[in-house]
Nanobody
Framework: QVQLVESGGGLVQAGGSLRLSCAASGRTLSNYAMAWFRQAPGKAREFVAVISRSGSTTSFADSVKGRFAISRDNAKNTVYLQMNSLKQEDTAVYYC????????????????WGRGTQVTVSS
């Protein structure tokens, strides 16, 4: 079992930045590809970013490419999502997820999920 706890969400003005953290416990994080997803009110959960087990490969949704960065510190069992140039449409609950088998942007591939952290971007 892997337990994931997100933190770092909050209220920020458009154009601002936030850094989300996802702390893992229970298993060694380096065995898992890690991703961030988000869900806005009334919308389906969507992929945001993914990072490979070693951290050497990353992918992003087109909507956040160039503004968001994903990184990981396997020694600290933590994954980060740096969000810059935030827009109102980035408002959502952000979830981190762990996948033992595959580097994937599909939420159905992920085995473990955190409870999420709210990000609200005001105008």
């Amino acid at each position: 079992q892997v337990q994931l706890v997100e933190s770092g969400g909050g209220l920020v003005q458009a154009g601002g930045s936030l850094r989300l953290s996802c702390a893992a416990s229970g298993r060694t994080l380096s065995n898992y590809a890690m991703a961030w997803f988000r869900q806005a009110p009334g919308k389906a959960r969507e992929f945001v970013a993914v990072i490979s087990r070693s951290g050497s490969t990353t992918s992003f949704a087109d909507s956040v490419k160039g503004r968001f960065a994903i990184s990981r510190d396997n020694a600290k069992n933590t994954v980060y999502l740096q969000m810059n140039s935030l827009k109102q449409e980035d408002t959502a609950v952000y979830y981190c997820a762990a996948n033992f088998l595959a580097y994937s942007s599909k939420d159905s591939d992920y085995d473990y999920w955190g409870r999420g952290t709210q990000v609200t971007v005001s105008s």
